[in-house]
Structure formats: C-alpha cells, structure tokens
C-alpha cells in the first residue's frame, strides 16, 4: 500500500516481481485504456495493480480478470449487482463501477483495477457511473481481501475461466455499437468471445475497441 504514487502500472512495470501487488490511495498520473486520464479521489475508491507472468493469454488477461472481480463484488455485497462488459468494464444498473487496465512490458503483464467505492455521484468521472457505497456499506479492504482470492483462483484455473467468462459476459448476444480506434464505428451483434479473447461480432471480430450495449438507453 502506498498513499501516493503517479501510477500503480507505471511502478510495477518499473519494478516487476510476478504475484506483487501495489495498492495506491492516490494516483497524479492515472490511466485508462488508449492512453486515457483516469483519476479517482483519494480515498474514494480502490486503485491497485498487480503482475502476472503469462506470455501467451494476453487477450484472455483482462477479461479472467473482470470475471473475477465481478465474482468478487458480488459476493462481497451479496447480490447478483455487477455485469461484465468486453472487453474491460464492470457495470451495475448499466453505469460504470470499474475498469480494467493490461500492459505487456518485457518481464510479463500489469493488470490495472479501478473501482469506484465512496464518490457521490458528483464526484464520479461521468455521469454514467456509480459507486459501490450508493448501494451498501462497504469496507475497502476487505473487498480488496475478497478480490485478490478471486483473482488468485481464475488465474489458477484459467482455461476453465474462459467458458465462465462466456457465461458472464453482458456483452454477448446484445446489440452493440464498436467505435475503433481508427474512427471507425460499427453497429452488429455480439455473438461470442474469440479463442485468443476477441470480441466476434455477426460480420466481423474486434480486438481493440469502446463498445456500447444499445439494448441500454442510458449508456
């Protein structure tokens, strides 16, 4: 645990030790997918990242992740509540709880986790996002106990993970709209979840992506 750093990805990827985990209360210099800004005020949520030495999973890598800490929220608060959308985005009630963030750097991969906990809607990124308290009391550091063991036994059991991953997945059979990094957007439907972790869609498959659920009006 550290009160302040710039980025928990950046210190890990710095300081790579397979199985490390660092906790930070505050990040000046977070980030989210495609090089964007993420910031969460300190003490407000649950930002940390952690390292794993796969070499051939990175597609898999965020979405095990995402199962878990889905199973792990919702244990923790004893509800069905949080929904997995591909490829990095945990929602409840169709609002954005968390992300999930994977670099590859030479010794292995950084997995980052945000997870807004104790903001008031105020003080959320978005307008389209929620915290975990709005919903129930909640102790960060015994969810942060409950999702690191989650995390512990996907990746233990990771081949097995991905049909659970499937299961899970919002994502799959919803109607979708993928806005691509090259400007390009493309309405069609999810239909399922590559062998190498792709989003397969009726026409074609997408590996990088912002995806929206249009069966949810208010995303």
Known sequence: ???ETTSTQS???NNFVAGKVLVAEYQSAGRGRLDR???IPARKGLTFSFCVDFENELGWIPLITGLAVARAINKYMN???????????????NK???????E???AGVVVGIGINIYQSQEELPIEN?????MLGNVNREDLL???LNEIAIAFSDFENQKNQYRAKCGTIGSHVRASLPNGEIIEDQAIGISIDGALLLNSREIRVGDIVHLRYSGE
Do not use: Q, R, Y
């Open 96 to 102: 954005k709880l968390a992300g999930i963030l994977s």
């Open 11 to 13: 210190e890990l990827t």
């Open 145 to 147: 106990i409950e999702i």
């Open 37 to 39: 800004k993420f910031e």
């Open 129 to 133: 996002a929620i915290s975990l308290s």
């Open 104 to 106: 590859k750097c030479s």
């Open 1 to 3: 645990m550290t009160e």
């Open 79 to 93: 509800s069905e509540l949080v929904e997995i959308k591909w490829p990095n985005d945990l929602l409840i009630n």
